[in-house]
C-alpha cells in the first residue's frame, strides 16, 4: 500500500499521471457526446449548450485561479482577440465536431481531429509565405493515408458512404477551425498564461453558445431532457472539457511541453479502445492501420511554433 501510494506520489510530482489524465479526458468527449445522443433525442446545438452552460463556471474558475500581481491588464485589443479565439477554438469547432458524430464513429472522429497539426503548418506556411519541407509533406502524405483507411473501415460499418462522407467533413470543418484557434494562440500566451486565456477564450465561447441556443432553440425542452442526457453533459462538461485543460497545465510545469503533447499522443489509441469497450464500436484492422499512420504522421511533424504552449490540445 506505502509503496502504491509513493509510486503515485512520484508520477504526480513528475507530472506524467496529470498527462494521462488529461489524455484520457479529452478522448472520452466523443463517448459523452455518443452517449448523449443515444440517450434521449437530443440534437447537436441543444447538447453543446448544456456543455458550455455546465462549463462557464468552470471556466469562470479557471480565470479566478489563474490571477495574480502578474496579470496583465486586458486591451479592448485583448478582449476583442480573445472573442475571436473562443468564436473558433470552443464554439465553431465544438459545433461542428458534434454535427460530425451523429454521422460517424467516435474512433475516425478522433483520428480526423488529430490531424490539426498538419493543418497548422499549412497555415503558418500560407502566412509566411514559406514551402513545406519534404519531412512536412511526407508526415502529412501519412496522416491522410491513415484516414483513408480508417474511412474505409467506417464506410462498411457506420449505415451508408454519404452519412459517412457527411459526417467526416464536418469534423474535418472543426478541425481546421480549431487549427485556425491554436494558430493564433501565440500572440497571446505572451500576454497571459495559458490557464488564464483557456478561462477566458472558454467563457466567451459559453457566452456565444448559450446565445446561438436562445435564438434558435426552446428553452422549455430542456426540462423534457432525459436524466442521462444531463449526466453526459456533466461529465463531458468537467471531465472532458475544463479539468483535462488544468492537468495539462500541470503536465507542463512539470514535464515540459515536449513531453506533454507525446503522452497527449495517447488520445485516438484511448478514444478507439473506449468506443469498443463503451458504444460497442468495432476495431478493424483498417482502423488499427489508420491509426498507426496517423500517429507516425503527427510524430514526425516538426512544431509550427515552440512558444505555443500545448494546453492549448484542449479540441472542442
Known amino acids: ?41 437530443v440534437d447537436a446545438v441543444t ?42 477554438g470552443y464554439y465553431l469547432s465544438s459545433l461542428f465536431d458534434f454535427y460530425g458524430l451523429q454521422f460517424i464513429s467516435a474512433g475516425l472522429e478522433r483520428l480526423i481531429l488529430f490531424t490539426y497539426p ?6 503558418q506556411a500560407i502566412a509566411l509565405r514559406e514551402r513545406p519541407t519534404p519531412r512536412t509533406l511526407v508526415a502529412m502524405g501519412l496522416c491522410y493515408l491513415g484516414l483513408g483507411i480508417a474511412f474505409v473501415h467506417d464506410l462498411g460499418t457506420a449505415g451508408g458512404g454519404h452519412a459517412v462522407l457527411v459526417g467526416s467533413l464536418w ?35 459559453s457566452l456565444m453558445v448559450l446565445a446561438h441556443y436562445l435564438l434558435v432553440a426552446d428553452v422549455t425542452q430542456l426540462a423534457q431532457l432525459p ?35 507525446a503522452v497527449g499522443n495517447l488520445g485516438p489509441v484511448l478514444t478507439m479502445l473506449a468506443s469498443w469497450a463503451i458504444l460497442s464500436e468495432a476495431i478493424s484492422g483498417y482502423q488499427i492501420a489508420g491509426l498507426v499512420l496517423v500517429l507516425l504522421g503527427v510524430s514526425r511533424l516538426k512544431p509550427a511554433k515552440p512558444k505555443v504552449a500545448e494546453a492549448q490540445k484542449a479540441v472542442a
Open 171 to 205: 469534423v474535418f470543418a472543426s478541425a481546421v477551425t480549431y487549427a485556425l484557434y491554436y494558430s493564433g494562440t501565440g500572440m497571446m500566451l505572451k500576454r497571459m498564461g495559458s490557464m488564464r486565456m483557456a478561462g477566458l477564450c472558454g467563457s466567451a465561447s
Open 47 to 88: 447538447l453543446l449548450a448544456l456543455r458550455m452552460g455546465l462549463s462557464l463556471p468552470l471556466f469562470a474558475w479557471l480565470v479566478w485561479a489563474s490571477r495574480g500581481a502578474a496579470s496583465t491588464p486586458l486591451t479592448l485589443g485583448d478582449g476583442f482577440r480573445v472573442a475571436v479565439l473562443g468564436l473558433l
Open 1 to 41: 500500500m506505502n509503496s502504491l501510494r509513493t509510486s503515485l506520489e512520484r508520477h504526480l510530482q513528475s507530472g506524467s499521471l496529470y498527462a494521462v489524465l488529461a489524455a484520457l479526458g479529452f478522448s472520452f468527449k466523443a463517448i459523452f457526446v455518443k452517449l448523449a445522443y443515444a440517450a434521449g433525442p
Open 227 to 261: 436524466a442521462a442526457v444531463w449526466a453526459n453533459a456533466a461529465m463531458m462538461a468537467l471531465f472532458s472539457t475544463v479539468l483535462p485543460i488544468y492537468w495539462v497545465a500541470l503536465a507542463i510545469q512539470r514535464l515540459g511541453p515536449t513531453h506533454t503533447a
Open 118 to 123: 498538419t493543418l497548422v503548418l499549412v497555415f
